[in-house]
Structure formats: structure tokens, C-alpha cells
């Protein structure tokens, strides 16, 4: 009998992060997420986790942010409207280099929006949404066994880096209900590195590249954590050379690896002349467009980014050697077709196939897209 | 070193606050009352908001985070979920309490976690300079109020009664051993406590309203306290501008939230996973 | 030292005047650097022993001072009411010393 049982994207998700360990959610209700909170809230006392309904966003990060330095592997997870109000904590976690995940299933915007329908408008936010200089990574997943494997990767990556990781769905991605194998147990890669013991009071000091010695509380060590730019002992500081240095460090512990965080899947690239740069929801229309363009003679190919950022930069030039057309497919007024721009070379022809109305693109509309633009 | 020195970390000494701010007083309140209690630094996390009061965090040598304005409630509770067993301190001034975190403040009194919070009302956003707050006596004049408050202040502990609190309690920066009996008697209440500490702040209220000398404020502060019997013999009409000090409320009968959430909630979804489990055997 | 410091002397110096010498002897210690001449533990000795001082070594151009010790009755209620852990009465001492 086949292993293959159907669940609703956002219970991937959930399910993804129970099998990566995580012991801890605090969150809002929102539309379209609200069925991760309401799976753990089930399934996570049975294990002896951790669940609370906070009185705001606001509130589920903060105390998402206080378990995570009290030692659990924290979950929360919200739409736009809810993300706007996370913004300045995920500041502060950034800013006190905190492991944790945010789920963003991204609806119509701005404001209230179209709370039923997706979008793909939060991609600059997801980026730039809090205030001050600040390294993030953002995953989105488009197909249902990406959802789980993304989010694993999620908790992965900011266990590893000390880091927010953002988790992007969209309305689309995280309500249908599909088919999956949900991977075994034993096949879950999940990062088990924590430190537990710390040799001095230093807890941010490191070189350029590292991440920092830092217990979490409770460990029997006096440290302290604070919003404020801060000493390499978390004390408050506003001189000049060490603010110069943390910047830096916070920076180049994520931009130092982010060939190893950036991921993307291609598809009928090797002989492509036109390229099609999408994600989520937009990706899964644009491959069936891929194909059916193909049988119609013409040389595309699908670029399916999976990290947004850091920004697959150097990947993107390397196939903009060969291939001289890109077409990006969003459903926003237009949010990376910005990047894809910044990174290609002035003879590289740019298209863009953009709506912000819910309503997702059909392949049929991306293929009429690709005539247009193959001509 | 005196017992309560433990508790202090002088590295970060000396305190930015000026001359005879009252935050210096309850920080020795605190660290003597832990010192009492005899407990291990490392069981203690104290937490705090934005202000004049959000840096006391820095000075204590336990566990400490230094948080958003208002939001530090938040925090507090993702901690004594995670960590139920430790202690868990919040200090918060008068904007991270009653203006920003006004909310967070009735949901932690409602859900009756084990937070201890210690709210410092000195009547002005000193921090930032001066500006009025929402516990600022009517007709001062603030940075932002040049021809005075026309605003009524709120009464935090009589707030936090209302919002049923369990422990509820006022002293002030005058009476420093009574301050400490008390915040060492919310540090062991079982659930949601509040201690309000009526302090002062001459240089940036105090100033403007004719108490530029802590020892002048500190001295105004102590004309308008009386204790909780004195205060139920008042006239209604003369009860307006007294602080009434002493527990106010204490309920031990309610339970504390993490130790709800782990002796009710757990137990019955392990329950209810091994009905499920029994159900699809059985199927099979 | 302006008008009001000089009445917070004024007024410790009229305590000390109903007061005797202390019984026991009390050792007061100051510790300078994180003085801030605030006059709190002036204003709280119920004796009369402490006075504010003016002096230049200091954060603020004022100081306290032990003017007579022999009125001390180790109450501790300056040592309670210093914000800044500058003054301590028959402070402890650990075996080495500190």
C-alpha cells in the first residue's frame, strides 16, 4: 500500500516541525496560518511540549524569543498583518543572534488585504521589514514535499546560524490539500550542535565568520542579552569601533556561507534560451507552462528559487552567460523582479509577469507570457 | 562582601541613573531580598522593558535580558513556560507597564502566570527626557504637558485588583524595609504578583514641579503615603492623592498557568493520544 | 553645593544636636567612586552623623561625608537608602579580604 497520505500545507508544516524538534509555539490566529497553531496545539502536549495562544503577535514573538534563551526550539507562525507587528522583535532577535523560525503565509496586502486569497507582496518585507542593518534568511517552498524539507531547513539553519529564519508560504501552498510520503524518521537530517558550556563571559566574541559562544540562560552562567548595541559580553555600549565590529560580525555570519544556505531547483535549463525566475505558488504554474511551452518547440526553462534570501546571485549570473532572456512571475507589483535586474548584465532582456489581485497565475497565462516574450 | 552583594554585577557599575534616583533603591530592595530568600543566581532571570527602569537588568548578576518597551511580560512568559521551575522577575517603568504594555500586563494578571513583576511609578517617561505618562498626577507639568496634565492617572495596584491579580502589593522608595519584605513576599507567591514601588524622579518631573532635590521628593512622596488602614478611614474626598502601601491583595487559591498547563493539559493529550492509539489498533 | 544641599546639613546637623555618641562603635565605609552626592543617606540618618561636602574628585562636584562617626548607630538606613552602593556599614568582609 502506498506510504502517500494527503495533508493540507499548513499541517506539513506542523508536522515538519515536530520532526525537527521543535518544543515550543506561541502564537496569534491568523488567516491563512491558523492551522499550524491549532495541529500543535493538539499534538504538542501529548509530547510534553509547549503551546500558548498569546494576546497579540507582538506578544507570541516575544515569548517565542524568551524560550528560545531558555533553551527550546521555538515556532511561530502568522500572515502579513501579524508579521508587520513581529518586525521589531525579529529586530531584537536578530540583533541578540536568537535561533528561531517565522512562519509568513503571505495573503492579498497591504493592510487586511484579501485574507482568503495569495499573494507574493512580502518579499522586500521579509528582507527589510525591521528597522536597521540586519542579515535574515527566507525560505519559500513551492511543491508539498518541499514544505516539510524547507521546513526542517529552516530550523537547521537557524540553530546552525544563530539567526531568525523566515518560512514563506503562500495562501495557495498552505491550504491545498495534497498528497506526500512524509519522510522516516531516520532520513530527517535535523543540526544537533548547541553550546552548553562557555569558557568566559564573552558570549559574542568571535572572528569574522564564526558564530557566537553563547549559552542559553539557566546554564550557570550570568549572562545577559540586550537589545542595545552591546560589548562582547552583552553589555551595553555606544563606542564607535565596537559597534563598527558587531555590525560586521552579525553580517558576515551569515554572508560568509551563504553558498551554503542559498538553494534553488531548475528545471529544462541545460538548453534553455529564456529563463523563467519564479517561486511558491507561481513556480508550480510556471514549470506546467515550462513543459507545455517546450512541446511547442520553444527553449525555456524554470529557475525555482528556494532560499529568497540571501539572493542567488551568483548562481543567476552564471546562467546569464549563457541564457540571454529571464521572465520573472510574481504575484505582487513587483518585489524581485528588482534583483533579478540589480544581478543581470545589461544584455540580458528582462520581462516580468505580474498580479496582485489573488488571483494565481495559470500556466496557460505564463505560456501566452513566454510567446510574447520568445518572440 | 555583604550576603546581597552576590546578586549585583559590578562590572557594568557605576549606574547611569542620576543622583538619588529611586531605581538605585529598589535594585538594593531586590538584590536583599533575593540575598533573604538564599537563592542561586543562576535560578533567577530578570528581565525588563525600555526607560530608566529597563537598565536595571544590567546590574544584577543573574540571568538578565534586556528587551523591547512594553513587550518584556512577553518574554517573561516564553520563559517560565520553557522553564517553569526558575524564578522570573520583571521590572518595568511606567510606559512599559501601563501605556505600551498595558495589555500584556492584564493578560499575565489573567492567566495568573508565575511572573513576579515589579512596577517602578515614578510619574514621568524619564528616559526620553521628561514626557508625561499615564501615571502622571493631574496639573504636573512635563515635557509634554507645558500647561499641565489634564490627564487622570491610573492607579496600577487598584488596576491590577481589578484585574484580579493574585498578589498585589505598594510601597515606596522611603520605606526601604518594608519594600523589601514585600517584594521578598511576592518572590514566593505561587502565580502573577505586582509590586509598585512609588519612586521618584526630581530631575526630570520633580524639576518642573518644584522638587529638583531627591530628598524633596522623596519627602512629597512620603507626605502622600499612608498605609492600608489609614487609607480605609479616609473620606472619599481625601483619598485622591494618597498611595495606601502594603499587600493589597494577596489570593493563594488560584493556580499558577505553567504548573495548570503541566499537571492538566499534558496529562489529558497524553491521554487522549493513547485512546487514539488504542482506536487504530483496534481498526487494524 | 546650592540652597537646598545646604538645608539638608542644616537639617542633619540640627538631628545631631538632640542626639548623644553612639554606644558601639560602627565602621562606615564610603566607596567614592560611585558616589553621587545625592544626600539621600544624609537626609535618612536619624542621628545626624553624615554631611554632604563639596569635592572636586567627584562625579558630581559633591560628596558624603563621615563628619561624626562617633553618632553612628549602625541603623543601616543610609546604607539602605544609597542608590549606588556607596556606603556600607560594618560591611563584611570574605575570608580574602574583599
Known amino acids: ?375 | 562582601m555583604n550576603k546581597y552583594e552576590k546578586y549585583i554585577r559590578y562590572q557594568t557599575f557605576p549606574t547611569p541613573w542620576c543622583p538619588g534616583c529611586g531605581d538605585g533603591v529598589v535594585l538594593k530592595a531586590i538584590a536583599m531580598a533575593f540575598s533573604d530568600l538564599d537563592l542561586d543566581p543562576n535560578d533567577i532571570i530578570v528581565i525588563a522593558g525600555i526607560g530608566c527602569s529597563g537598565r536595571m537588568p544590567t546590574f544584577f548578576n543573574t540571568n538578565t535580558l534586556h528587551t523591547t518597551h512594553g513587550r518584556a511580560l512577553t518574554f517573561a512568559t516564553g520563559v517560565k513556560l520553557a522553564r517553569p521551575e526558575k524564578m522570573v522577575v520583571v521590572i518595568s517603568g511606567d510606559g512599559d507597564a501601563m501605556a505600551i504594555g498595558g495589555n500584556h500586563l492584564i493578560h499575565a494578571a489573567r492567566r495568573n502566570i508565575g511572573i513576579k513583576m515589579i512596577l517602578i511609578n515614578n510619574g514621568v517617561y524619564g528616559m526620553t527626557g521628561g514626557q508625561v505618562s499615564p501615571l502622571t498626577p493631574q496639573k504636573f507639568i512635563t515635557e509634554t504637558t507645558p500647561y499641565g496634565n489634564i490627564e487622570p492617572k491610573f492607579h496600577p495596584a487598584e488596576l491590577m485588583i481589578a484585574a484580579r491579580a493574585t498578589f498585589v502589593a505598594r510601597e515606596t522608595v522611603n520605606r526601604t524595609v518594608q519594600l523589601k519584605e514585600v517584594i521578598k513576599k511576592s518572590l514566593q507567591h505561587n502565580g502573577f504578583s505586582v509590586v509598585e514601588a512609588i519612586s521618584n524622579c526630581h530631575i526630570n518631573l520633580g524639576r518642573k514641579n518644584k522638587m529638583k532635590n531627591p530628598v524633596n521628593m522623596t519627602k512629597w512622596i512620603a507626605s502622600r503615603t499612608v498605609t492600608k488602614e489609614q487609607y480605609e478611614k479616609l473620606a472619599p474626598e481625601d483619598r485622591a492623592h494618597k498611595y495606601p502601601v502594603g499587600i493589597l491583595q494577596e489570593d493563594t487559591a488560584r493556580y499558577e498557568y505553567s504548573e495548570l498547563y503541566h499537571k492538566h493539559i499534558i496529562p489529558a493529550a497524553k491521554e487522549a493520544a493513547k485512546k487514539e492509539a488504542a482506536a487504530r489498533n483496534n481498526k487494524k | 553645593m546650592d540652597r537646598e544641599e545646604k538645608q539638608i546639613n542644616e537639617a542633619a546637623l540640627e538631628t545631631r544636636k538632640k542626639k548623644q555618641h553612639s554606644k558601639k562603635e560602627n565602621v562606615i565605609e564610603l566607596v567614592s567612586q560611585y558616589c553621587k552626592g545625592c544626600g539621600l543617606c544624609v537626609d535618612s540618618c536619624p542621628t545626624g552623623t553624615l554631611l554632604l561636602e563639596d569635592n572636586i574628585e567627584s562625579k558630581f562636584g559633591i560628596s558624603v561625608t563621615v563628619d561624626a562617626p562617633e553618632y553612628c548607630i549602625g541603623c543601616k538606613m543610609c546604607e539602605r537608602r544609597c542608590p549606588d552602593f556607596a556606603i556600607f556599614i560594618n560591611h563584611e568582609k570574605d575570608k580574602d579580604g574583599k
Not at chain 1, 101 to 126: H, W, Y
Not at chain 1, 282 to 302: P, W
Open chain 1, 1 to 375: 500500500m502506498s506510504k502517500r497520505k494527503v495533508f493540507q500545507g499548513n499541517i506539513i508544516v506542523a508536522k515538519a516541525a515536530i520532526a525537527a524538534g521543535c518544543n515550543f509555539f506561541a502564537g496569534y490566529p491568523i488567516t491563512p496560518s491558523s492551522e499550524i497553531a491549532q495541529h500543535l496545539s493538539r499534538e504538542f502536549p501529548k509530547m510534553g511540549r509547549d503551546f500558548i495562544q498569546m494576546e497579540d503577535e507582538i506578544s507570541a514573538l516575544g515569548a517565542c524569543i524568551g524560550a528560545s534563551l531558555s533553551g527550546k526550539k521555538v515556532l511561530t507562525a502568522t500572515s502579513g498583518p501579524g508579521f508587520s507587528l513581529m518586525q521589531e522583535h525579529l529586530g531584537l532577535a536578530v540583533m541578540t543572534e536568537i535561533p528561531l523560525v517565522i512562519v509568513n503565509v503571505m495573503r492579498g496586502g497591504p493592510s487586511t488585504g484579501i485574507p482568503t486569497k495569495p499573494s507574493q507582496a512580502d518579499m522586500m518585507q521579509a528582507r527589510w521589514g525591521t528597522h536597521g542593518d540586519h542579515p535574515i534568511i527566507v525560505l519559500y517552498p513551492a511543491f508539498a514535499d518541499e514544505i516539510f524539507s524547507e521546513t526542517v531547513r529552516a530550523f537547521n539553519l537557524s540553530e546552525k546560524f544563530w539567526n531568525p529564519v523566515i518560512l514563506l508560504l503562500d495562501e495557495v501552498i498552505a491550504k491545498a490539500h495534497e498528497d506526500i510520503e512524509l519522510p522516516a524518521k531516520k532520513d530527517i537530517n535535523i543540526y544537533k550542535e548547541k553550546v552548553n558550556v562557555i569558557k568566559d563571559l564573552n558570549i559574542y566574541d568571535r572572528n569574522i565568520g564564526e558564530n557566537p559562544p553563547r549559552v542559553d540562560f539557566f546554564k550557570g552562567y550570568p549572562i545577559h542579552i540586550d537589545g542595545l548595541e552591546h560589548d562582547s559580553h552583552g553589555y551595553p555600549t555606544s563606542d564607535p569601533a565596537i559597534a563598527d565590529k558587531m555590525q560586521h560580525l552579525r553580517m558576515q555570519k551569515i554572508y560568509h556561507y551563504q553558498d551554503e544556505i542559498i538553494k534553488f531547483k531548475e528545471y529544462y535549463m541545460d538548453d534553455a534560451e529564456m529563463m523563467i525566475f519564479s517561486f511558491g505558488v507561481s513556480a508550480r504554474s510556471a514549470l506546467s507552462a515550462v513543459k507545455i511551452a517546450r512541446e511547442e518547440g520553444i527553449k525555456v526553462g524554470l529557475f525555482q528559487a528556494l532560499t529568497i534570501w540571501p539572493f542567488p546571485k551568483k548562481a543567476l549570473q552564471e546562467r546569464f552567460k549563457k541564457i540571454k532572456k529571464v521572465l520573472t512571475v510574481e504575484m505582487n507589483m513587483g518585489q524581485m523582479k528588482y534583483e533579478v535586474e540589480r544581478v543581470s548584465p545589461d544584455d540580458v532582456k528582462k520581462d516580468t509577469l505580474l498580479r496582485a489581485n489573488g488571483i494565481p497565475f495559470t500556466p496557460q497565462e505564463i505560456v501566452n507570457s513566454i510567446k510574447e516574450f520568445s518572440k
